[in-house]
């Protein structure tokens, strides 16, 4: 559950710091699209969710986790659903030194998102996503010691 641990404080660190005129900045700059991957996000209510889905889903992310003069300021953060945010983080394993992170912080948050798109996702959605992006998830996976098989068995609910 370590990498729980890290997620939880990468996104304390993250929700406190895009709070704010930055974060609304952020959000109309998106216009409702996700800046990851350009899928429509609905605005329900006081959130933006994914298209048809009844789960937030979206996030306002740092692209540059240092913390400098940059951190707060609109063009370091980005607009994502939760699979942008997650391939964000497994994108950078092994070079989370180039987003400001350690490895075990990003690695962390990489796997608590990947963790939250197991249990939420719907699983044809789901395993579209992963294998669109099966070589950066497999690498994600084995930082873990996990498998795609064993890890959907414990945690995602079309698996129960």
């Known amino acids: 559950m370590l990498y729980a641990l890290g997620a939880y404080l990468i996104l304390e660190i993250s929700l406190g710091a895009a709070n704010g005129k930055a974060r609304k900045k952020v959000k109309r700059r998106a216009n409702g699209k996700c800046e990851g991957c350009d899928r429509q996000l609905e605005k329900i209510g006081s959130r933006w969710q994914r298209h048809n889905k009844g789960k937030a889903v ?4 740092h692209l540059n986790h240092a913390n400098d003069e940059r951190y707060h300021d609109a063009d370091n953060l980005r607009h994502f659903c ?3 945010e997650a391939l964000y983080h497994a994108k950078h394993i092994g070079q989370a030194h180039l987003i400001g992170l350690t490895e075990i912080d990003n690695s962390s948050a990489a796997m608590a998102w990947f963790t939250v798109l197991v249990r939420e996702s719907p699983r044809k959605e789901f395993m579209d996503f992963y294998r669109e992006n099966k070589p950066v998830l497999d690498t994600l996976l084995a930082q873990f010691k ?10 995602a609910y079309w698996r129960r």
């Open 146 to 155: 996990k498998d795609l098989e064993s890890f959907t068995e414990k945690h």
């Open 58 to 61: 979206n996030v306002v992310g």
């Open 82 to 84: 939760r699979f942008c």
